[in-house]
């Protein structure tokens, strides 16, 4: 290994001119790709796609809809929902996200919606429509009477309609490619749009507009990730502080931060030439390569220091510092780099990018910080009163390590020993309490207060839907819901789970077939049962469209719908 030392350092320092020539041309190049780095977020890297529960997701979404949903509800701050200015805020609002790039345009449901209907039982059978009629007009009283009166009738209330009668919800479901390019969806794009058209020309002081769903969720984490420059200059700036008090010098404390600030720009160039953006969840992950480098510079600097103090003129500090550290440096990054790249194997896109965003910025570190950064330093001119200031630096130091000497000492270790195995109990005890998972309500990723997670707790607390769900999918023989002890199966798992903590409502082709049944019988409560007759089940169940998302073409496949509290 010396041998390989002493030959990099040969071919390094013999060509110091060459080597910062090609560093300044790659440092260009990749500079270049950085600056067309882009925020990259989408549903289905935070999903493990090949887990058996995500691809049941997958092989069924056609049918019953994806779970990249949007919620937007639309509150009237004073009094309920039944005013001209709501409705008409309630219709704009509706046909803004119709109409947003990226949106199910099929899947849009609100009262508005031809789908959202009502259906009563009168004297000659049953009777119903939308539950806003074509001819609506909201600034006639008797017209938002009857739209109440069917909001009733459709049973929405806590689905489409809050519990207190003072919101209405607007869903839409988001396709996974642009249906104009062709190209994955630009979920940030779609955030920022959601914000623009709906609550900012829709919020006022009458009425206020709330949106949930993983698109927003992750547009709000970009918003805030754009102060993350503001954050790193300060970073630099912090880190420059300490550094200079260590080394003393301007340029000892430049060249290993402008090296590790180089480490991040290759970093970045290299994820755009290899076809990757930054996801919003992993912006962090520039700030971990930087603060490697920076530690990494200070040590190759303090060896080049002490060279320095024993005589060496610069360019020999800095070859016998280069030859030092190459391997023991170079191992212990090229271990990080193992280390973060055994996150390949969790199944899981978004843990993988960040698996390649960290591994390829701390790989890069081996290039700037050990091997450009002794180059440079060894054409520093170190003058005579620099050698002076720190020609005693080893002895002013020895008081502190004759102090910390006491540390190896039989008794004193003694006592650290037992400290630690104390410390290392209570850690192993309280390690059994640890919750995997999001133990807070909304995003965890937003703070508490944010608009985002007020948002969620809003829609939560006067809505029973929510964007927390489970859905569990039945898969039988075809024609299988026209059999009762299928339904009957599907509706006592569905009591079940709903009186699990946690769960707030449920619903299943089996729950809205029985209050068919009892539509069908004069609307007697006592009816409201699946029809052990088969005939009068297949009745029971013709009037529910698979546009429900309760069942598939040919009944073969039924979920049922489980609304999470939070979480």
Not at 5 to 34: C, D, W, Y
Not at 109 to 123: A, G, H, N
Not at 173 to 191: I, K, S, V
Not at 484 to 491: C, F, S
Request: charged share 15%; net charge negative.
């Amino acid at each position: 290994m010396s041998s390989f030392s002493q030959v990099s350092e040969r071919l390094i320092f013999n060509n110091r001119p060459l080597v910062i020539i090609l560093f300044i041309f790659a440092t260009l190049v990749l500079a270049f790709q950085a600056s067309r780095m882009q925020l990259d977020a989408g549903f289905e890297k935070n999903i493990p796609l090949n887990h058996e529960y995500m691809q049941t997701y997958m092989e069924h979404r056609k049918d019953f809809g994806g779970a990249n949903n949007v919620l937007v509800a639309v509150c009237d701050k004073d009094s309920d929902i039944f005013n001209q200015y709501f409705f008409d805020t309630l219709k704009n609002v509706h046909d803004e996200l119709f109409f947003i790039n990226g949106v199910n345009r099929s899947l849009v449901v609100s009262l508005y919606s031809p789908s959202t209907r009502f259906t009563e039982i009168v004297e000659g059978g049953f009777a119903g429509g939308p539950v806003i009629p074509a001819d609506f007009d909201s600034s006639n009283p008797r017209a938002l009477e009857t739209v109440a009166a069917n909001i009733e009738k459709a049973k929405i209330v806590g689905r489409q309609v809050s519990n207190n009668y003072r919101c209405a919800m607007v869903t839409a479901q988001l396709l996974e490619l642009d249906p104009e390019t062709g190209e994955a969806l630009n979920t940030l794009a779609l955030a920022d749009e959601l914000e623009a058209k709906l609550r900012g020309q829709y919020e006022d002081d009458q009425v206020s507009v709330h949106i949930i769903g993983f698109a927003k969720m992750i547009g709000d984490v970009a918003t805030g990730a754009k102060f993350v420059v503001l954050f790193f200059a300060i970073a630099i700036v912090i880190t420059a502080f300490m550094v200079y008090f260590f080394s003393r010098n301007i340029l000892l404390t430049v060249l290993p931060i402008m090296c590790s600030v180089i480490a991040v720009v290759w970093q970045m160039g290299l994820l755009t030439t290899l076809g990757f953006g930054l996801d919003p969840m992993s912006i962090l992950v520039p700030f971990l390569v930087f603060a490697i480098g920076v530690s990494h510079g200070v040590q190759m600097i303090n060896a080049v220091e002490k060279n320095v103090i024993k005589g060496n003129n610069a360019k020999q500090a800095a070859m016998t510092a280069f030859r030092a550290l190459l391997i023991p440096g170079g191992i212990a990054l090229l271990s990080d780099t193992v280390g973060f790249l055994t996150l390949l194997v969790i199944d899981i896109g978004i843990i993988r990018e960040l698996a390649i965003t960290a591994s390829l910025g701390v790989a890069v570190i081996i290039l700037t910080n050990l091997i450009l950064l002794p180059v440079l330093m060894s054409f520093i001119r170190f003058p005579d009163h620099y050698l002076d200031r720190f020609a005693g630096k080893e002895s002013k130091s020895e008081g502190l390590w004759h102090v910390l000497d006491v540390c190896t000492r039989k008794n004193t270790a003694s006592t650290i020993v037992l400290v630690t195995g104390i410390l290392f109990a209570l850690g192993f005890v309280q390690s059994k309490q640890m919750q995997i998972g999001d133990i807070q309500a909304g995003a965890a990723v937003l703070h508490q207060d944010s608009r985002y997670n007020q948002d969620t707790a809003l829609i939560t607390d006067r809505f029973e839907v929510t964007v927390d769900y489970i859905s569990v999918l039945v898969e039988t023989t075809p024609e299988a819901c026209t059999s009762y002890e299928t339904m009957r199966a599907i509706d006592d798992f569905q009591w079940k789970m709903t009186n699990v903590d946690g769960v707030q409502s449920a619903v299943s082709l089996a729950s809205v077939a029985k209050v068919v049944n009892a539509g069908y019988n004069e609307g007697n409560p006592k009816w409201q049962v699946l029809p052990r007759n088969q005939q009068t089940l297949v009745q029971a169940i013709s009037r529910v469209p698979t546009s429900s998302g309760l069942l598939n073409g040919n009944c073969s496949v039924m979920p049922i719908i489980l609304f999470m509290e939070d979480h």
